[in-house]
């Protein structure tokens, strides 16, 4: 009988000592601002200043367009009053009524040249942009999921990211395990020199807005009062 007891006692202590080696480690959760990460990246700073100044030229261009249509417009309503005139023979008013219909014509190719325009800046910018995003965030997620690892981490979270009522993800976290400032020294080690961060309230390297095909405030509408369309 001692002796079953003993070989119970030692099947149950075997069990124990397999089931702990067996177990899975306590599980070690940090988090990480993915945004943030993003947004600081000096090669964000750097790309979002490109999209600016191309974003500009974009807009200079659509204002020198709508000046060449509102042009059109002017010389249109010129012929459109001689067309009218009394003041003018039958022939130089049906010369006038034919030269002004060529000039609706004229306004209308402006018109499909600006809204060509506006469509085609509008999809190269927005194609760049997430072009470069998804390097980017590639790129930054394979830095923290190094430096999780190299912490032990079993999961690492993002928490800028909103859940479905338009919250963070993440209600608390404690300080001491997000590794954000960590990744971002990591990420902007091999800044160059000259990318420089820019000087507080500065707004240069914001980041563009994806609208450049619209008219610039003030900027004329090229339409052609009572012409056919």
Same mark, same amino acid.
Do not use: C
């Given at each position: 009988?001692?002796?079953?007891? #003993?070989?119970?006692?030692?099947?149950?202590?075997? +069990?124990?000592?397999?089931?702990?080696?067996?177990?899975?480690?306590?599980?070690?959760?940090?988090?990480?601002?993915?945004?943030?990460?993003?947004?600081?990246?000096?090669?964000?700073?750097?790309?979002?200043?490109?999209?600016?100044?191309?974003? #500009?030229?974009?807009?200079?261009?659509?204002?020198?367009?709508?000046? *060449?249509?509102? !042009?059109?417009?002017?010389?249109?309503?010129?012929?459109?009053?001689?067309?009218?005139?009394?003041? %003018?023979?039958? @022939?130089?008013?049906?010369?006038?009524?034919?030269?002004?219909?060529?000039?609706? *014509? @004229?306004?209308?190719?402006?018109?499909? =040249?600006?809204?060509?325009?506006?469509?085609?800046?509008?999809?190269?910018?927005?194609?760049?942009?997430?072009?470069?995003?998804? %390097?980017? %965030? *590639?790129?930054?997620?394979?830095? !923290? /999921?190094?430096?999780?690892? &190299?912490? /032990?981490?079993?999961? %690492?979270?993002?928490?800028? /990211?909103? +859940?479905?009522? /338009?919250?963070?993800?993440?209600?608390?976290? &404690?300080?001491?395990? =997000?590794?954000?400032? @960590?990744?971002?020294? *990591?990420?902007?080690? =091999?800044?160059?020199?000259?990318?420089?961060?820019?000087?507080?309230?500065?707004? &240069?390297?914001?980041?563009?807005?994806?609208?450049?095909?619209?008219?610039? !405030?003030?900027?004329?509408?090229?339409?052609?009062?009572?012409?056919?369309?």
């Amino acid at each position: 009988m001692k002796n079953i007891v #003993q070989t119970l006692l030692s099947l149950a202590l075997f +069990s124990a000592a397999t089931l702990v080696g067996h177990a899975q480690p306590a599980p070690k959760i940090l988090v990480v601002d993915m945004a943030k990460l993003y947004d600081g990246h000096w090669q964000t700073e750097e790309q979002n200043a490109k999209l600016n100044h191309d974003q #500009q030229l974009a807009q200079d261009q659509l204002e020198q367009l709508n000046k *060449e249509g509102t !042009a059109l417009v002017d010389q249109y309503k010129e012929l459109d009053e001689q067309s009218k005139s009394p003041a %003018l023979t039958t @022939e130089a008013r049906a010369k006038a009524q034919a030269d002004a219909q060529k000039k609706v *014509e @004229e306004i209308q190719r402006k018109q499909t =040249d600006i809204q060509t325009f506006q469509t085609n800046t509008q999809r190269s910018l927005q194609q760049r942009i997430k072009t470069f995003r998804d %390097l980017m %965030l *590639e790129q930054i997620s394979n830095a !923290a /999921g190094k430096i999780a690892k &190299d912490k /032990g981490a079993t999961l %690492l979270i993002d928490k800028s /990211g909103p +859940s479905l009522i /338009g919250v963070s993800n993440i209600i608390y976290s &404690d300080p001491a395990y =997000d590794i954000t400032d @960590e990744v971002m020294k *990591e990420i902007n080690k =091999d800044r160059p020199a000259a990318s420089a961060m820019p000087a507080p309230g500065k707004t &240069d390297t914001a980041a563009p807005a994806v609208a450049p095909a619209a008219p610039a !405030a003030g900027a004329p509408m090229i339409t052609v009062p009572g012409a056919k369309k």
